[in-house]
């Protein structure tokens, strides 16, 4: 169990030791499938040890899941800490309580697999359904809980022939692949012992032939535009802070940073400011007034995270609605559309339940109390339409798949990774961006405010970036292509397929036993 957890903390980044993701689950599917010795009778040598209760199960699966979140997560604590307004102890209770909540699935899990085996004395069941109850309780985590951080296929990203099987699949498809392997090293433990040599030698051929698949060559993805992404590293302050002497010498800095990058090499399609932690309002006239000159100077579409608010609203509710936005501007300086972000994070940027969590209110004073966008249509500029994401949407395979669907032919993903500091967060967060242009072979244009800035080309790998944590502007180049992906055609029908399989492989076997 501790052994499962530790393993599954270091496969992602950091230290991102990927390859270990083959056996990161064994050890837990073993603890399950072999916890206890017979009741009845004295173990003694060469017998069988019998599988973990269902209550056993689950805590054996629920401390390697808490375990793993605190691990992997950890940044969480720093974010409340120093951006959210908690003091120490409330910082380190709310992590503790997110990691207890989340941490449910794999307990899901390890009950699941133990009721499998009650069904199945052999195992052969447990064994089968693992791959599949494993993808089912990472879609539950994405539709149910809406936090899929690091599904178990985001370690393969740089494995491009491996990664591609997400075209149809989405990145659920590399989660079972990875687990079918584990279950197969798992069995190495679970087989008579004259069966283990040869099981063993299939499971870590398995595991080197579709790990090297690392190691091929991919061609180059040819690119045609080129966007200016201006990582913008503008450090997160107190609002009173943000005088208006400083807004203005900001945004004239950054302004600048545009201006010169423009004037050399070839003219940007596109000029992006990313999500910050700055008070971009799209109503204030200095923020309005830099973008549009700096529009018309340039003669270029410009896409600038701000805090959206409606010029005409009728209720003095909605009067009030702010949203974390992107804003596009025309070449002839106009703010022409705005995309509002749909999905925002619980207690970052909204309290959900606010009755309930009434405690909670005050964690939202630093980074904003924001209402949610309501729609994914791509944004029109010129010949090019942009799926636009913010920062945590990343995460989300189906919703990010959605803009695609609906006509987006690159992809722009504006992001402030300065919440995370200097943890692993930033890394995390990118590898799962990248997935995303792979799931929907889509270029993506990543503009962050402290980094990773980077151009990602369909096959998610990062053709130009700049240095983290400097105020500058990177010359992307990018494509843009109309072809769509099965995936992004047809959603998660694999999770769901795997979710109804699992279901299956636990209700039918009973209803119709086996005759021996």
């Not at 230290?15 to 689950?25: E, G, K, V």
């Not at 091929?216 to 990582?231: I, S």
Request: include cysteine; hydrophobic fraction near 45%.
């Amino acid at each position: 169990m501790l052994l499962s957890a530790g393993l599954q903390i270091v496969i992602f980044p950091l230290p991102n030791l990927y390859f270990l993701s083959w056996i990161a689950l064994a050890p837990l599917l073993v603890a399950i499938l072999q916890a206890r010795e017979p009741e009845t009778l004295q173990l003694s040598e060469g017998a069988k040890l019998l599988p973990a209760k269902p209550w056993q199960a689950f805590l054996l699966a629920y401390i390697s899941g808490i375990i793993w979140y605190a691990g992997t997560c950890y940044w969480i604590y720093s974010t409340m800490r120093h951006f959210g307004g908690a003091s120490a102890p409330v910082a380190v209770l709310i992590m503790f309580l997110f990691c207890l909540y989340v941490a449910l699935y794999h307990g899901a899990f390890g009950l699941l697999v133990s009721l499998a085996a009650k069904i199945d004395s052999q195992n052969r069941l447990p064994l089968v359904l693992s791959p599949f109850l494993w993808v089912a309780m990472e879609l539950a985590r994405t539709r149910v809980t809406g936090f899929p951080w690091d599904l178990l296929g985001i370690t393969q990203v740089d494995n491009i022939p491996l990664a591609r099987i997400s075209t149809v699949t989405g990145v659920y498809g590399i989660s079972l692949e990875i687990m079918v392997v584990n279950v197969a090293f798992a069995a190495v433990l679970l087989v008579r012992r004259d069966k283990r040599n040869k099981l063993l030698l299939a499971a870590v051929v398995a595991a080197i032939v579709l790990q090297i698949g690392q190691l091929l060559p991919v061609q180059a993805v040819p690119a045609d535009r080129t966007a200016l992404l201006v990582q913008e590293n503008i450090p997160i302050l107190e609002g009173a802070d943000w005088t208006n002497d400083y807004l203005e010498g900001t945004l004239r800095d950054l302004s600048s940073i545009s201006m010169q990058r423009t004037q050399t090499g070839k003219p940007p399609s596109l000029i992006a400011w990313p999500e910050s932690p700055s008070p971009f309002y799209t109503n204030d006239p200095i923020f309005r007034d830099s973008l549009s000159n700096l529009a018309k100077q340039t003669n270029t579409w410009i896409l600038a995270g701000s805090l959206g608010q409606n010029n005409s609203m009728h209720s003095r509710e909605m009067s009030s609605a702010v949203f974390n936005s992107g804003s596009l501007f025309n070449p002839q300086g106009e703010l022409v559309t705005r995309y509002d972000k749909v999905h925002l994070v619980p207690f970052g940027e909204y309290v959900p339940f606010r009755r309930l969590f009434f405690f909670a209110a005050g964690l939202t004073d630093q980074v904003g109390d924001f209402t949610p966008g309501t729609s994914r249509v791509p944004l029109q500029a010129g010949d090019m339409k942009f799926g636009v994401f913010i920062c945590y949407e990343s995460i989300f395979p189906d919703e990010i798949r959605q803009s695609v669907a609906d006509g987006a032919q690159v992809f722009v993903n504006i992001s402030n990774d300065g919440w995370y500091g200097d943890s692993g967060a930033f890394a995390q967060h990118l590898r799962q961006a990248r997935m995303r242009a792979i799931e929907n072979s889509r270029w993506l244009l990543r503009d962050t405010n402290t980094g990773v800035t980077a151009s990602i080309d369909p096959y998610g790998r990062i053709v130009a970036s700049v240095p983290r944590k400097t105020r500058t502007a990177l010359l992307a180049p990018y494509a843009l292509t109309n072809v769509t992906t099965f995936y992004t055609r047809n959603g998660d029908w694999f999770a769901w397929l795997c979710a109804i399989i699992s279901v299956g492989g636990l209700v039918l076997p009973p209803l119709f036993p086996r005759k021996d």
